[in-house]
């Protein structure tokens, strides 16, 4: 809804308050009223009127133009982009260059994404009124600088992409491992729309490797979510999900995508090589059966594409399970200084000590984890970790 407000007022402020207000008059008036025939009309129809509404309450628009705005649905000004979709148009002016990368991301995540600014503050680590302030720039930006509202043309596309697969994989993210304690540890409404705002880039750039990766792994990661959440509601890992309710097409879908890169012979980047590593992981019946050494290659080439502490992290997970968890241990405790505040880091530090049998300093890593998780799922997962160091 906020993103065909914005196509027809081309004001995001506007588009967002309109459809507050729109859900806040369905609170107030459905349960006297009934449900109408087509809730999202009314929603829509009701939005519009709001937005009217306010656009006349200002003196500083130019009414003639505004007037004729809103007589028309579709707004004047040459023919419709050609993927007619609001979200996708909606994507790519959040993602504008003209905005600082962050800005793009978190933008993006609060307008297309629907997250909410704690949310979005969590996945920065920042302050939730330094995130809304930066949300809140950004709209006036947009408008200020009068950033077009539609998809790029063809020779503007491999440009803007990038900033556009990073919004698209945060997004993701954030639906398959949720941040916010009050939340459901998986979001598919969320992941769903990555997906589905993934598949438009794939069919609007078809010979792009990275947008073809970032959507292979998305399918692959996917593809395990039913087998991610015990029925108590625990986070379940890799090695113990049953692999039997994995999603069977969208695996197929993602390894078909995957073989297609590689048959292209181009260096890979990054989402290629995450999406390559995914392959590995879903083509094993058992987690004995995994090609660790594979993996490992894999996060070599990462290394040396995109480093990062978090990338090492990972190189080093796959590492305890080829050369041992003493090794692996070495390599995760010169990430100390870089991944203190990060989740993940500690619950990997801690399963290696586990294994180590060192009990005292695993269980004080669990500590620290539990300390930093995200929702109850992750937080009930690494104390029944820790509680069965006895």
């Not at 979001?187 to 970032?214: H, K, Q």
């Amino acid at each position: 809804m906020v993103a065909s407000l914005n196509r027809r007022f081309g004001d995001l402020d506007i588009a967002e308050e309109a459809a507050a207000e729109a859900f806040a008059t369905a609170v107030e008036r459905w349960p006297d009223d009934g449900v109408p025939p087509n809730p999202g009309a009314w929603l829509t129809t009701t939005a519009n009127r709001k937005a009217i509404d306010r656009i006349r309450r200002e003196s500083k628009r130019d009414d003639k133009h505004r007037e004729a705005v809103m007589l028309d649905d579709d707004p004047p000004g040459g023919p419709p982009d050609a993927i007619g979709d609001d979200r996708l148009r909606l994507l790519f002016t959040c993602c504008h260059p003209a905005l600082a990368m962050e800005t793009r991301v978190a933008l993006t995540l609060r307008m297309v994404g629907g997250l909410t600014v704690p949310e979005i503050a969590r996945a920065f680590l920042v302050g939730e009124s330094a995130m809304g302030q930066r949300i809140t720039r950004a709209k006036a930006k947009i408008k200020a600088a009068r950033i077009p509202y539609r998809v790029p043309s063809a020779d503007d596309l491999p440009a803007r992409v990038s900033g556009v697969l990073a919004v698209l994989f945060l997004v993701f993210n954030e639906g398959y491992l949720a941040t916010g304690p009050d939340t459901d540890p998986v979001r598919p409404g969320l992941t769903a729309e990555a997906i589905r705002l993934s598949r438009l880039l794939r069919a609007l750039m078809p010979d792009d490797g990275e947008v073809a990766g970032l959507l292979a792994l998305m399918l692959l990661t996917e593809a395990r979510r039913t087998a991610r959440v015990s029925v108590g509601g625990d986070l379940v890992p890799l090695d113990q999900q049953d692999r039997g309710s994995w999603d069977k097409a969208l695996i197929a879908e993602g390894h078909r995508l995957v073989r297609e890169r590689l048959a292209a012979r181009e260096a890979p980047g990054r989402y290629q090589i995450l999406a390559a590593i995914n392959a590995v992981h879903t083509s094993a019946r058992d987690m004995r059966d995994t090609d660790w050494s594979q993996v490992v290659a894999l996060y070599d080439q990462l290394v040396h594409l995109a480093p990062s502490p978090v990338v090492a992290l990972n190189r080093a997970v796959a590492v305890a399970e080829l050369d041992g968890p003493e090794v692996a241990l070495a390599s995760v405790d010169r990430l100390a200084d870089a991944l203190d505040g990060y989740r993940a880091y500690h619950a990997a530090r801690a399963d290696l000590l586990r294994r180590l049998g060192r009990g005292r300093e695993s269980r004080a890593a669990y500590d620290r984890a539990i300390e930093l998780a995200g929702n109850p799922a992750e937080t009930a997962h690494l104390a029944r970790r820790r509680d069965q160091l006895g």
